[in-house]
């Protein structure tokens, strides 16, 4: 079987997962604000816990490509679906990438296997985007790191055993990204969540504020057993953050124009389905043109990723075009269906509270912007 045979048949099967599994439920989880575990589950036995992990660790090995098209068909679905694995494999991803050789026989097969499930705790009560300002420390003390501070808005909070957590080991050196290290937290002594975070959108999976009282953690989960690289992997982890949430952005856009299509050959005004209106015709058009581009766009970041190629500015480019070619996308769909898209009963407001995350999560578009003017500037310098 080819790259692309085996590709299509694994999004194919996601795909009829969707359409079979996850659909019918979704906007009921949403509205109950209930974790999906059974879905979780399932997605589970189908090995997306280990979906980008190689397979002499347990996992499926997938590509860049192959997963990022498989979140764009989870998120056809239901979005929060994704954060469950997203998260859980960027951590696996710094542990495969910039772990020790120890790190990655002890810590791999287990989360291959979604015995362990993970979290990426970066944000903190006081800062996100200025990632050097946080203020959680580590001091050594014998054998061990002992963590104490907050993290805020931690996705997998309540469901998830580790933690690939960013703090400062030597909060007194500049810059201060020299200071900071990543540590794998796990729940135990000293480590409290907070209550489940009520949100507009992302709602059914757990988001939460992570208290670290003095938690001890052995000095081998220091990831690749040196002080002062967090920062660095974290950062090269958040890459492939961006690339998925570009597919996820892509995946509820192409739920909200598929709705929208429907809508708009079903209802009728004026004597005709209001698809035949000029107006909703442009719309619909605008909407699927962005939805190729978004998708072209991550695409092209996830294959230089495939081959192992900087992608910073690419996945900038994916992820800020995609999440504002969403909630355009969203708020269109829901103009299509009038008082209806309102409503509760059609999925397009689930659509539209969804896509503002993808505004703001793996960094805000602001901070896009930054990254990618950086990048020019130095490829175009004069
Ligand atoms: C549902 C949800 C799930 C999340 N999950 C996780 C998770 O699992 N792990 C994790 O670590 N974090 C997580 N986050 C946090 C998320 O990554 C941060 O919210 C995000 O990075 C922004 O940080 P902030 O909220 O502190 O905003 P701030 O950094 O305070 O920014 C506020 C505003 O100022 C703008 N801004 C900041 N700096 C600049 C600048 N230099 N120039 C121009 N504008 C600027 C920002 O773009 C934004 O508009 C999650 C957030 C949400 C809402």
Known sequence: MTVVESRDEIVGAVRDFVEREVKPVASRYDHDDVYPAELVDQLGEMGFFGATIPESYGGMGLD????????????????????????????????RVHGTDDQRERWLPRLASGEMRCGLALTEPNCGSDLQAIRTTARRVDDEWVV???????????HGSVFATI??????????????????????????????IDKLGYRAIDTNELIFNDVRVPSNDLVGGEEGHGFAQVMDGLETGRVNIAARAVGVAQAAFEAAVRYAQERTTFGKPIAE???????????????EAGRLLYLRAAELKNAGERADLEAGMAKLFASEMCREVAVAALRIH??????????????YRDAPLMIIGEGTNEIQRLVIARRLLERYSV
């Open 64 to 95: 860049f490509v192959t997963y990022a098209m498989c979140i764009e068909e989870l998120c056809r679905g239901f979005m929060s679906l994704s954060g469950v694995f997203n998260t859980h494999l960027i951590g696996a991803y710094i542990v």
């Open 277 to 291: 209106h000029q107006a909703i015709q442009f719309m619909l058009a605008e909407m699927a043109t962005k939805i």
């Open 148 to 158: 104490r501070g907050n993290k805020m808005f931690i996705t997998n909070g309540e």
């Open 338 to 351: 009038g008082g209806y898209g309102y409503s509760t009963e059609f999925p397009v407001e689930r659509y």
């Open 167 to 196: 703090v400062k080991t030597n909060p007194d050196i500049e810059p201060s990204h020299r200071g900071m290290s990543c540590l794998l937290v796990q729940k135990g002594e000293g480590f409290e969540i907070s209550k489940h």
